[in-house]
C-alpha cells in the first residue's frame, strides 16, 4: 500500500464523521445545551470555590464557573467519544462496517483515523463551548486556549478509545444506551470535574482513591492545568497509558481472528 491509500482512507473516514454530524444538528446542540445547562446551575449555585492549585495564591476564592469549565469540557470529550463508539455499533449492525474492516489496509490504521475523526469533532465542540462560556465569565489566559489544544486532543483520543473498545463489546444498539450510562456517570461523578479532589479528601478517603484511580480526573485536570498555562506530569502520564490500553484493548477487539467481535461470531 502507499502513502496515498493511507491519505485517502483516513481524509474519507474523518469527512464521514464530519458529515454525519453536520447532518444531525441536533447532536451538536445537544452537545453543546448540555454542559452549558449544568454551568448555569452549578454557576447559579455555587458561586465560589476555595482553593485551586493552578490560580495562586492557594488560598483564593474563585469563581465556581472557573473552576467547573475544565470539568464541562472533558464531559464534551467523554460524549463525543461515546457517540463515536454509538456510531461504529449502527455501522455493525447495518452492515457498512464490514465494509470498512475488509479494506486492505491495517485494522490499527481504520480505527487510528477513527479516533482521529472523533476528536477533530470534539475539540470543535470544546472550543464553541469556552467562546461561549467567555460570556459566564470564563477568562482564561489568552495562550490558554492554544495551550490547551494539546491536551484536548489527548484525552480526546484517550475518551474515544475507551468507547471504541466498549463498542468491541457492545452486541446490540439497545444495549449501548444500558452500558454508557453504566460507565459515563460513575467515571464523571467520581472525578475532579465538578469539585476539587482536596475537598474529596476531607470528606471520604475511599472516594479520593477512586476518584485517583479514575482516568477521566486526570483527563479533566490535563485540561485544567493546560488551560491556565501549565503542566500536570502525573495527569499527562496517566492519560497518555490510558489511551494505550484503550487502543490496545480496541484493536484486539476489532481483530476478526482473535477479537471480541470473533468470538461472538463463532459462538452464533
Not at 87 to 96: A, C, I, L, P, Y
Not at 232 to 249: E, K, Q, R, T
Request: glycine share 8%; charged share 10%; proline share 6%.
Amino acid at each position: 500500500m502507499k502513502p496515498v491509500h493511507y491519505y485517502r482512507c483516513m481524509r474519507g473516514i474523518v469527512w464521514r464523521e464530519a458529515l454525519r454530524f453536520l447532518n444531525q444538528r441536533g447532536r451538536f446542540l445537544a452537545a453543546l445545551v448540555r454542559p452549558l445547562v449544568w454551568l448555569l446551575i452549578f454557576a447559579t449555585g455555587f458561586r465560589f470555590v476555595l482553593g485551586v492549585s493552578i490560580i495562586p495564591p492557594y488560598q483564593t476564592y474563585i469563581p465556581y464557573q472557573v473552576y467547573i469549565a475544565p470539568g464541562l469540557i472533558g464531559m464534551i470529550l467523554m460524549f463525543q467519544g461515546m457517540q463515536s463508539s454509538l456510531s461504529m455499533v449502527w455501522d455493525r449492525e447495518t452492515g457498512s462496517m464490514r465494509t470498512l474492516l475488509v479494506s486492505p489496509l491495517p485494522r490499527w490504521y481504520l480505527l487510528l483515523s477513527k479516533l482521529i475523526a472523533a476528536v477533530i469533532v470534539s475539540v470543535l465542540q470544546a472550543y464553541v463551548f469556552l467562546i461561549i462560556g467567555y460570556f459566564w465569565g470564563i477568562h482564561p489566559p489568552r495562550w490558554g486556549y492554544l495551550t490547551v489544544l494539546p491536551a484536548l486532543i489527548l484525552s480526546g483520543m484517550m475518551l474515544s478509545a475507551l468507547g471504541l473498545f466498549l463498542s468491541s463489546v457492545i452486541r446490540q444498539l439497545e444495549n449501548f444506551a444500558g452500558v454508557m450510562n453504566f460507565v459515563i456517570f460513575p467515571m464523571f461523578f467520581a472525578s475532579s470535574a465538578l469539585y476539587p479532589l482536596w475537598t474529596v479528601k476531607q470528606a471520604n478517603e475511599k472516594l479520593y482513591d477512586i476518584c485517583m484511580m479514575n482516568p477521566f480526573t486526570h483527563a479533566v485536570e490535563l485540561v485544567r492545568f493546560a488551560l491556565y498555562e501549565k503542566f500536570n506530569h502525573v495527569a499527562f502520564a496517566v492519560v497518555g497509558g490510558c489511551l494505550v490500553l484503550f487502543a490496545i484493548l480496541a484493536i484486539v477487539g476489532y481483530d476478526p481472528g482473535r477479537g471480541l467481535i470473533a468470538r461472538r461470531q463463532g459462538g452464533e
